[in-house]
């Protein structure tokens, strides 16, 4: 019999990557957002997947259908002030309704280790020193009491920077470098970014380690970069704009990244080279498209 699958979050960049993988393998999915821009439903139809209009902040989870798997990749990063009615109470009470009847893939986030100067492992203590950041992490340890409470199985996918032609750290970095803008006050701070396909190929496969407890992987590029190190590359390959830091140095301390190790042994290197991740950005900055993220 088919595995069901519903991907909450599915008119979103990583949401329909996994969402149409899912049907590839042979999944029945259902894919539920908000669907703010209502012609995504269209497109998930074209391509297998059942659309649903959910908002977490006030549908009904007892509507959602009866699946084996449940992959949350929501958030709404232009609504600060529904950080915790989403990424909180929105998905806990989805994950309520799924406990016991489903396991999760869990689209997190590296903010949940904090800014350090270090690339803290899976097991580092987790310091978020954000609101965002802490939201997240309160969403990772609900995710796992409801499974020690029902026996359902997680993996949360740490992710940061991914990136494809359009949107993105390096989309935004390269825009900024043509305008001759700051690219703000931290070129010392130090970074990793991967491409979008890899996520979702990391997401996907994921499925295959859920385990109660749950566990958690990071998701990341593999090189380190500094903002400044990223900015120059970018900036030649551009051969126009320029590198604006506010200061010539320092930011170091406010490092968000974390190691890659645990993610290269469970699912091989990224796929996507560096400098494609880059090369295809600058292909593409002159030809009047807009970030969509
Ligand atoms: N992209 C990255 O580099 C990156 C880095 C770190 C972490 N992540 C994590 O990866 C996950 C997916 O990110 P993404 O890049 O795919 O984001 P995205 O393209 O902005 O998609 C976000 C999705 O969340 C849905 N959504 C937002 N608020 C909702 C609500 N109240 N109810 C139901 N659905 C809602 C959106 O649906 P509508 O717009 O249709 O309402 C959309 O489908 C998120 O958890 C994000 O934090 C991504």
């Not at 439903?41 to 449940?70: F, M, N, Q």
């Not at 203590?125 to 609101?131: E, G, I, L, V, Y």
């Not at 030649?236 to 010539?248: I, K, P, S, T």
Request: net charge negative; proline share 5%; hydrophobic share 40%.
């Amino acid at each position: 019999m088919k595995e069901r699958a519903l991907v909450l979050g599915a008119s979103g960049k990583v949401g329909e990557g996994v969402a149409s993988s899912l049907v590839a393998e042979g999944w029945q999915v259902s894919g539920a957002a908000r669907f703010s821009k209502p012609e995504k439903a269209d497109r998930l139809r074209d391509k297998g997947i059942e659309p649903l209009v959910y908002d977490v902040t006030s549908g009904d989870p007892a509507l959602l259908p009866e699946v084996d798997a449940v992959f949350l990749e929501i958030w709404d990063p232009s609504r600060p002030d529904l950080i915790w009615p989403i990424n909180f109470y929105g998905v806990g009470r989805v994950v309520e309704r799924y406990a016991g009847r489903a396991n999760f893939v869990n689209g997190c986030t590296i903010n949940v280790y904090g800014e350090r100067p270090d690339a803290p492992d899976e097991d580092a203590p987790c310091r978020p020193n954000t609101d965002y950041g802490r939201s997240r992490y309160s969403q990772e340890r609900l995710i796992d009491y409801f499974c020690h409470r029902s026996g359902s199985k997680a993996i949360h996918v740490r992710y940061a920077h991914a990136n494809t032609a359009d949107s993105g750290i390096i989309r935004r970095m390269a825009e900024t470098i043509v305008r001759g803008e700051s690219l703000g006050a931290n070129p010392d701070a130090k970074m990793r970014v991967i491409g979008m396909e890899d996520f979702v190929r990391v997401t996907v496969n994921a499925w295959q380690r859920v385990a109660n407890p749950p566990v958690a992987v990071n998701c990341c590029g593999v090189r380190v970069w500094t903002q400044r190190e990223l900015a120059e590359a970018i900036h030649a390959r551009l051969g126009r704009g320029q590198v604006v830091f506010d200061r010539d140095a320092g930011g170091e301390e406010h490092s968000v990244q974390a190691d890659p190790g645990r993610m290269v042994s469970w699912f091989g290197e990224p796929a996507v080279a560096q400098e494609t991740l880059i090369d295809r950005v600058v292909a593409t900055i002159d030809g009047g498209h807009t970030q969509d993220d």
